[in-house]
């Protein structure tokens, strides 16, 4: 398998964790966000979308972190992404897609840069904007994960799920924008307990080839 990635794309974090929970190994093919080496054309006939990750396997390509992990963990059920039972998947799911839909796309690169440059906003503005959409996004998913996490050690149930691996490098963003985390201490909490786990250890940005 190959994996378009690049070191602070926190989707392709996600993929990361993912591939190293189901233990597969995968060569990485790196593009520099900063530089536009997504929008280039030895990227774009890959991924049509111009955004990172994409999954290569067996020559096919897969786009968007989310089908990338479903499509793991259908191929490799072991261990499950997802609880067993209808109501767990649809709990599980829609944490993940709070953060992977609602939270993530609006703090986007694409939307900086369009903040930054047609928009005409200084940084103090766009680290507002960012700042600001983190606080609205993490003020329902604390809620949740004070609801759904008894043990604090994964967002639900009792081992990582598409919950847990999303929610990771939603908080490494927030920290590297030094969001103020101290209104979420449940999920600090969860972060950073997932984080010492060695399979999110060795998906961290920093810990990746290309991290500069
Ligand atoms: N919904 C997509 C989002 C992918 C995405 O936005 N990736 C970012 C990096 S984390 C990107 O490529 N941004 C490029 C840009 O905004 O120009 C997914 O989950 O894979």
Redesign the pocket.
């Known amino acids: 398998m190959r994996l378009y990635t690049?070191w602070r794309?926190?989707?392709?974090y996600?993929v990361r964790i993912a591939l190293n929970l189901k233990g597969l190994g995968y060569s990485s093919i790196s593009k520099a966000?900063g530089k536009g080496a997504?929008?280039a054309a030895d990227y774009t006939v890959v991924n049509p979308q111009?955004?990172?990750?994409a999954l290569e396997d067996d020559g096919h390509v897969i786009?968007?972190?989310?089908a990338i992990m479903e499509y793991l963990d259908e191929t490799h059920p072991l261990p499950p992404f997802l609880p067993a039972d209808p109501l767990g998947r649809a709990t599980v799911r829609s944490i993940a897609q709070a953060i992977?839909c609602d939270i993530?796309?609006l703090n986007?690169?694409?939307?900086l840069?369009y903040l930054r440059g047609s928009l005409a906003a200084d940084d103090a503005t766009v680290t507002g904007w960012y700042r600001h959409w983190i606080g609205v996004g993490f003020a329902g998913l604390e809620e949740l994960a004070r609801r759904h996490s008894r043990s604090r050690r994964f967002f639900y149930g009792e081992a990582p799920t598409l919950a847990d691996i999303c929610l990771v490098p939603q908080v490494y963003n927030a920290r590297r924008f030094e969001c103020d985390l101290a209104p979420y201490p449940t999920l600090v909490a969860l972060s950073n307990a997932l984080e010492a786990i060695p399979e999110f250890a060795a998906a961290r940005p920093e810990a990746q080839p290309d991290a500069s």
Do not use: D, E, T, W
């Open positions: 690049f794309s926190s989707a392709a996600r966000l997504h929008l111009g955004l990172i990750p786009a968007q972190s989310l992977a993530h796309p986007n690169l694409r939307v840069n």
